[in-house]
């Protein structure tokens, strides 16, 4: 059997370094140690990957990691929530601000502000998001996928960070399974009263299970849990294939039975890993893991794989 | 300032009792007391009752509380997942079996067996609920909602403890504003094959919206987080209304940043819920929590209001 | 296999009926069904029942449950944490507060009150119990064990609902391996200024491992983790015997890695638990599973068992 | 108001820059990025430098670390568990073992394993610590301090990195308040049946609150809760002093209501904290967040105060 081995810190170390000392120890920074084995497994092989994305994870500024690992041609396939998307979308004109998880939210309501746990999103913000979402949503009759609607969007976006425009500039399709939770679905509501807009509910389905079915190998990372997690593991469901590589960060846990904390173990049952998967789970807290797992990961593929890049 | 009066428990004690007591006792014990005592005032007083749904909850033992509270007037609008409406029709024909949390998964993989943490679903449910679906997808032509779709779904379901039969009968809305992320997406993808489906992906939000609008007073009841909270608490947004009153049920906490956890507090600072609000967050596991509140509070409303039912 | 009977609830359903129907759920629901099984089993025949008490469920209004269940006989052997035992003298002549989880501590700091989450302490309270411990604290030459020097407070307590004076008069040992580390030991520390007192750190060990030796079958009730929990769980350690029966209620999850939230399973890699032990544990609140758990139980065993008490 | 800075991650970075990058986002990495600098305050200023460490955190692979902290003079009052103490004298001669969380625990059982979470510990290796302690425990008459006693053991273990030798080479003092519930508790009980052994289970009290009075300013770091999350605080209770620098990192959330998860802020109602403290709280899994703490402040004060080392 192997043993732990303490760990040693040094000034200056590097996240890889720490990382890969983790590999060594117990309960999550083995995990953590892991992840970035698989990650690196996954970047540097011929896999297809996935990318699920929940959380309010660009407001909490995570946002240019995934428009990096996007143009660097780490991520071939994104799911995400509306509010990510939002999100973004303000972060390419406005801000988030930092604030305090224990304000009064009265007063915030009065101030124009509304809170995001320790962060603060400005009326003002919302309202220059309106004009441009009304400035940029198209008028067709046709109807397009919810897919087709983000790339649309990501068209018009000018901030080379924004994850849109970094989707629609590597071609990298986004699915967002729940288009109308979300100031998207209020702003589309608004702009159909007067213009045309036609989003079919299901139409992404198709398109992400035939990328599924062209994948020889996949891989995929899913930060949270929801909605973005279900879509992506459902694909495989009707294809005779299965993820071979997983790492899920999130902070709940199996034991409250949903599907945002259940382990990837249980994903196996239903045919979404294949038995012979290689996964892990991370708990605890993403923008603190999720720079991690990516700044440890990239730092081993550029040294080792200088080639790739 | 009011003082902690130690529980007396005593043999043969109803919910009711239980909870009462809770009242005066400190943490979840006393969350719970307030929740009953909120939900009381929501469903004796007007309000428009609105139910967010998310987690693994019919396959849990829930459904027939839902349906029940659908059939009794207590729910004017619910918000849910696909999954709960999917096992809510496997129920209906089916059954989930009592597992372990423990399996091997690969072992349960080859038995037919697909696990939602300690509950297992046979192959054969998963067959016959497609061949269900198959038989009462409709082949039309015009573009429909959301919950048009689950409205017709739920006139085809004969089981009245069905949750969407139940709302059928009821003529209460259904809105899942995440269809495509569940079963339900992969059978309309099947369907759409050689029949007319369409369903449009932003319709529901004018028809929830037009709701909130009507509302003189609001209250919501929040099992889990999710896209039913979100989509639920921002339907609010461009209305001048709010909610007044609000319970959550979740095993999230706020430390996690997310929407899941997020404090109802936190909702008014975006103006979902009043300024003036009464709400209270009991965390914990919903499948105990959520039988003791319903239990509680249908005993207190059929005693104190017989005249209302 | 069996099935997930969906729960059917009621107006005036006692706790009793709704634990029973929680049997055949999922999640939480399931485990809370088997604790009270569990539980029956424990109280009914011939354990010896011991009872690990960590976390403020004094403060939090669930004393007089504990003194219930000592008086009734069944509790042979408490082990517990020093502040359990101050507040459970607090409230034997002054109060608990109800107060906010949300509060300016600042303010409350000048205004005289220490909190716990959402209960407040008075000074005034704290100066009672100072001037109450000089006065009952002992001037004795011999060293004592802790279990002694509690049961010397035990007799000291009017209040016939406290919990140390319930033990003291069914003679039931109470253990509190770090007696220091509350406000017991601030006391021990200044009345040893001027008074002899000498309690031996390690003497409880050998008493609760003689305990364990003659206790032919024994079964605990785990609430909370820490201290009380691995001092009861060791002390199996140096005898042939075992755990046969165990319940454990925590907010702790096993993937944090620590004995709080440690399964049950894992002491039985220990010897702690038998291999054939039944157990099982709740996740969640134990201000609301533990009343549920206890209400449950003894309505069960007063209905089947009417001879017993 | 600031606003998010969205992280920028690159290949090679260190622990340093990333924890530094955090300070700019929201919920975990912004508390992990003030907690580095919180903690650079602590140990460049001439604070009393408390650390109160428990949870299974030498047997996951922190040992090194705590023990290079108090060999580089930046822990001047350690608090901790027996366990900690027992695996890190395990440690001087033997080793915790990698396995799984999903054992099956009545194999481990015969295999003559015993589990943590997902590390293993040999029957063997025990052994060797009874045979150790059994070896170096005092056969004296006089009654002593759980630290001397813990003081005393670490004279006799001759690994440098040894927590408790380190404690010794450098005069810090460890308090173990729950001294008797662990395997110390046992041993000495092997040990007094035939020798002397007389450790005074208040004694230390006094020689804490002595050092809360002697330090004109005290920053404390909490790893996990429990007993040595309480003892060190409440040292402060007795004396006008409080603490002004305090980072707590745990899995346990404020909502249990237990002391474990109780933010730093409900300590300020109390007088542990002073009313102007710094504090903050990381959530989640010190093998992860600990490193990245210790790693990214080592390094910051090894850069900017050179001559300090």
């Known amino acids: 059997m192997d043993t732990v081995k303490q760990i040693e810190i040094s000034p200056g170390m590097s996240v890889d370094s720490l990382t890969k000392a ?12 892991d992840a970035v084995n698989i990650y690196e497994s996954m970047l540097i092989d011929d896999y297809r990957k996935f990318f699920a994305l929940s959380g309010a994870i660009v407001p909490a500024g995570m946002r240019n990691i995934i428009s990096m690992l996007i143009r660097d041609g780490h991520i071939d396939v994104l799911v995400t929530t509306g509010a990510n998307l939002v999100h973004d979308m303000i972060e390419s ?18 101030a124009g502000l509304s809170r995001i746990y320790d962060i603060y999103l400005r009326d003002d913000d919302f309202i220059e998001f309106e004009e441009l979402m009304q400035s940029i949503l198209p008028d067709k009759e046709e109807v397009i996928s919810g897919r087709e609607f983000i790339r649309l969007l990501g068209s018009k976006i000018e901030d080379r960070k ?16 729940a288009l109308a939770d979300s ?14 807009l036609h989003v079919d509910a299901f139409a992404d389905v198709k398109e992400i299970i035939d990328i599924c079915y062209q994948s020889p190998k996949s891989g995929i990372v899913i930060l949270g849990g929801g909605v973005p997690k279900n879509f992506a593991l459902q694909s495989m469901l009707v294809t005779p294939k299965s993820f071979d590589l997983a790492i899920q960060l999130t902070t709940d846990t199996p034991e409250a039975g949903g599907l945002s904390g259940a382990t990837l173990s249980e994903a196996i049952s239903w045919g979404k890993l294949s038995t012979t998967a290689r996964y892990v789970t991370v708990y605890g807290d993403a923008t603190i893991n999720f720079p991690l797992l990516a700044a440890a990961t990239i730092s081993r593929i550029r040294n080792k794989h200088q080639n790739i890049k």
Chains 1, 2, 3, 4 share one sequence.
């Open 22 to 33: 983790m590999m060594h120890c117990g309960f999550g920074a083995r995990r953590l140690g």
């Open 93 to 110: 004109f406005g801000c988030h601000c930092l604030g305090s998880s224990d304000s009064d939210d009265v007063e915030l309501r009065d």
């Open 162 to 177: 924004s994850i849109i425009r970094s989707a629609y500039d590597q071609n990298v399709p986004i699915f967002c399974p």
């Open 183 to 196: 100031m998207l679905g209020l702003q589309a509501w608004l702009h159909s009263q007067t213009k045309n």
